[in-house]
């Protein structure tokens, strides 16, 4: 079971918005604004999408951001296009041990 | 920025394996560099991570005692040493360069790791 929870799949047509949520405890997302999001296409390695909550790396479509609420993070994709379906991953620094923590992963499909 | 794995491979339940990570493109020595896998069809889990110049390192509980995490920042690598390897264990071995606390803004193409008999 993942540190942090996100729906297992969300789904849209070409041109919608969608949110995924993820969702944590007052030891990582609620405490520290280090979420980040990554996108993972098939066989493919993850690519940052987000960082710091709401933060975008240069190259980065501005349809992509990111918010929180509390123990909640959430990556919002705007305008959605076929090449956005894969897996998206959502990440936080914890005080626990671990340090690092991910979700479970969530599948965007594009209809 | 390139990150590059190697030294995946099948191995016995209890055996050891080394994986290498070969970086260019950038200041390795002014990164923390990190391990995350990913089981097969599963999530990302982080693994361990080092400091820039090796004096600080952390693991995710699962493998502390087990796996090793080092660099060599004259060759611009990154290794991690694991021992007593279990079936869990078995995944795709990801290197990342962390961007601060904010995540991981580099990732290499994975090396898989099997643990079986």
């Known amino acids: 079971q993942s540190a942090l929870t996100q729906p297992a799949s969300v789904s849209g047509s070409p041109g919608q918005s969608i949110t995924i949520s993820c969702t944590g405890t007052?030891?990582?997302?609620?405490?520290?604004?280090?979420v980040s999001w990554y996108q993972q296409h098939p066989g493919k390695a993850p690519k940052l999408m987000i960082y710091d909550v709401t933060k975008r790396p240069s190259g980065v479509s501005n349809r992509f951001s990111g918010s929180k609420s509390g123990n909640t993070a959430s990556l919002t994709i705007s305008g959605l296009q076929p090449e956005d379906e894969a897996d998206y991953y959502c990440s936080s620094y914890t005080s626990s041990s671990t340090l690092w923590v991910f979700g479970g992963g969530t599948k965007l499909t594009v209809l | 920025v390139q990150l590059v794995e190697s030294g995946g491979g099948l191995v016995q339940p209890g055996g050891s394996l080394r994986l290498s990570c070969a970086a260019s493109?950038?200041?390795?020595?002014?990164?923390?560099m990190s391990w995350v896998r990913q089981a097969p069809g599963k999530g990302l889990e982080w693994v361990a991570n080092i400091n820039q110049d090796g004096s600080e390192k952390n693991y995710v509980d699962s493998v502390k005692g087990r796996f090793t995490i080092s660099r060599d920042n004259a060759k611009n690598s990154l290794y991690v040493q694991m021992n007593s390897l279990r079936g869990e264990d078995t995944a795709v071995y990801y290197c990342?360069?962390?961007?601060?606390?904010?995540?991981?803004?580099?990732w290499g193409q994975g090396t898989l790791v099997t643990v079986s008999s």
């Open positions: 007052s030891s990582d997302v609620g405490t520290y604004n280090y």
């Open positions: 990342a360069r962390e961007y601060g606390n904010s995540g991981r803004d580099y």
């Open positions: 493109g950038f200041t390795f020595s002014n990164y923390w």
